[in-house]
Nanobody, 124 residues
Framework: VELVESGGGLVQAGDSLRLSCAASGPTFSAWTMAWFRQGPGKEREFVAA????????YYGDPVKDRFTISRDSAKNMVYLQMNSLKPEDTAVYYC??????????????????WGRGTQVTVSS
């Protein structure tokens, strides 16, 4: 299984950006796909997750109502639409995948498969 993120960049506060995660290799309908982020000097933080089969979504409090996660099962793609970006959103954004137990979607330890990350920098 390989996950490859793309779409990061340097933007100004208030701008929008869309991240993509391409999954290759075996994929499973029971998977949960997630985005995490890690800012400078910070721990990796849950951003959003979506179930591969049912499309149920979950969001971290800091991004709720600004970010939207979606997936295209036919293309094995997961997206993160980020609107109204703030300087505190600056981080490396990682795509993750695994079979996650109920309630476990926000924990780093629940995911075995990770991409290498894409940098998002938001200037004020």
């Amino acid at each position: 299984v390989e996950l490859v993120e793309s779409g990061g960049g340097l933007v100004q506060a208030g701008d929008s950006l869309r991240l993509s995660c391409a999954a290759s290799g075996p994929t499973f309908s029971a998977w949960t796909m997630a985005w995490f982020r890690q800012g400078p000097g910070k721990e990796r933080e849950f951003v959003a997750a979506i179930t591969w089969s049912g499309g149920v979504t979950y969001y971290g409090d800091p991004v709720k109502d600004r970010f939207t996660i979606s997936r295209d099962s036919a293309k094995n793609m997961v997206y993160l639409q980020m609107n109204s970006l703030k300087p505190e959103d600056t981080a490396v954004y990682y795509c993750a995948a695994d079979t996650v137990p109920p309630g476990g979607f926000r924990y780093v330890r629940q995911y075995d498969y990770w991409g290498r990350g894409t940098q998002v920098t938001v200037s004020s």
